[in-house]
């Protein structure tokens, strides 16, 4: 069940954490989950998302990761709902303003996400070739 007026969110496209999960959720192999310390949006167990714990952070925020040129055109482009702080500069992250950003715009966010971790899993991760015969 979500909290007292978390609905609200809901209807007027405004962004909260619960609709973050709730979104999260809804991308193919994410799993979604909240704590005392937050939200976070995993995929094979590597973060895409969760709450900006970090407190150079501003409150309501959520950190997401996605490639460092994507992340300049969204601070470029919205500063008002996109930023950084010196912490978070050298990872492949950007800082949302939960209240500054819709509901779409984020499910575009959270789905760049997943593509951009499954993309570096992928990297990381090379097949491996079979045990070998000798002969």
């Keep these: 069940m979500l909290p007292s007026g978390a609905g609200d969110a809901i209807v007027s496209g405004k962004v909260d954490f619960d609709m973050v999960l709730e979104l999260g959720a809804s991308l193919t192999g994410v799993k979604a989950s909240a704590s005392v310390k937050g939200i976070a949006l995993k995929l094979g167990g590597r973060?895409?998302?969760?709450?900006?714990?970090?407190?150079?952070?501003?409150?309501?925020?959520?950190?997401?990761?996605?490639?460092?040129?994507?992340?300049?055109?969204?601070?470029?482009?919205q500063p008002d709902a996109?930023?950084?702080?010196?912490?978070?500069?050298?990872?492949?992250?950007?800082?949302?303003?939960?209240?500054?950003?819709?509901?779409?715009e984020m499910?575009?966010?959270l789905e760049e996400g997943v593509q951009f971790v499954g993309a570096r899993k992928a990297k990381k991760s090379p097949m491996r070739a079979g045990p070998r015969k000798s002969g």
Excluded at 49 to 76: G, K, Q, W, Y
Excluded at 82 to 104: C, D, E, N
């Design 82 to 104: 996109y930023y950084m702080t010196s912490h978070y500069r050298g990872y492949a992250t950007v800082l949302v303003r939960l209240a500054k950003i819709g509901r779409q």
């Design 47 to 77: 973060l895409v998302a969760c709450t900006a714990i970090h407190p150079s952070a501003e409150p309501n925020s959520l950190m997401v990761c996605i490639d460092f040129s994507a992340r300049d055109s969204r601070l470029a482009t």
């Design 107 to 109: 499910r575009e966010l």
